[in-house]
């Protein structure tokens, strides 16, 4: 009699070693994807519609910043998958520092997008402040 050697054994193992390979491949690309697309310092540009003057401003995400009468907080920002078409949102909070009589009240509270700051505009007498980037 002939004994008949089990090839299928050895196939499955060779399997199974690609499949694992596939599967942490996958995710470490998925935990740098991930890191690459938050960030933990937002840039923001804001004009003084009086004195016609931008100023470039780099703020660490949850820390407060006093800019002149404002009071920005950004607490969280994203930049997209895409590259052909970046886009870069942030939530932040800006708050009037002259308006003494309520400080609970913020002159802009949401999330600010770069490519179309008319979704949710910065309303402001005095400033107006765009989204640069996400870093």
């Known amino acids: 009699m002939l004994s008949k050697k089990n090839i299928l054994v050895g196939k499955n193992k ?3 070693f690609f499949f694992s390979l596939l599967v942490c491949f ?10 690459n697309l938050e960030g933990d310092f937002t840039d923001l540009k804001i ?14 995400n949850g ?5 002149k009468d404002l009071s920005i907080i950004s607490f ?7 590259d052909d078409n970046p886009e870069i949102t942030a939530y932040i909070q800006v708050k009037d520092l002259t308006n003494k ?10 999330w600010m997008f770069s490519s179309s700051p008319s979704i949710k505009p910065f309303d402001h007498p005095v400033y107006d402040v765009w989204l640069v980037n996400c870093y």
């Open 14 to 16: 060779i399997n199974l």
């Open 26 to 35: 996958v995710l470490i690309n998925n935990s740098f994807s991930q890191s």
């Open 47 to 60: 004009l003084d519609k009086i004195s016609s003057k931008n100023t470039l401003v780099k703020l660490k």
């Open 63 to 67: 820390e407060p910043f006093a800019f």
């Open 76 to 82: 969280k920002c994203k930049n997209s998958e895409f």
């Open 101 to 110: 009589s309520n400080d609970e009240v913020f002159v802009f509270n949401g």
